[in-house]
């Protein structure tokens, strides 16, 4: 079992940045981040594998930065020029395999806001 502990949400206005931290209890392949905004379902935000390879979702190609130090089992996401549309829930993710979860975080309000 892995326990994931996310911090960093917040309130930012439009255009802003705000970055994103998640604690793994243990080492695993795959780290994430999925959103969930109201009335939607849960979406892939990033994701990042034990050797680096990230992956990201168009909508937030170019403003999102996915990162893991390995070492500290963290994976971070900054989020940069952030748009009203980025409101949501994000949750921390950790799988065996690409694409899929297997473990997640209590969830971290981010509200993009003027």
């Known amino acids: 079992q892995v326990q994931l502990v996310e911090s960093g949400g917040g309130l930012v206005q439009p255009g802003g940045s705000l970055r994103l931290s998640c604690v793994a209890s243990?080492?695993?392949?795959?780290m994430g981040w999925y959103r969930q905004a109201p009335g939607k379902q849960r979406e892939l935000v990033a994701q990042i594998t034990r050797r680096s390879t990230p992956t990201y979702a168009d909508s937030v190609k170019g403003r999102f930065t996915i990162s893991r130090d390995n070492a500290k089992n963290t994976v971070y996401l900054q989020m940069n020029n952030l748009k009203s549309e980025d409101t949501a829930v994000y949750y921390c993710?950790?799988?065996?395999?690409?694409?899929?979860?297997?473990?997640w975080g209590q969830g971290t309000q981010v509200t993009v806001s003027s």
């Open positions: 243990g080492s695993i392949y795959v």
């Open positions: 993710s950790a799988a065996f395999v690409l694409g899929t979860s297997d473990y």
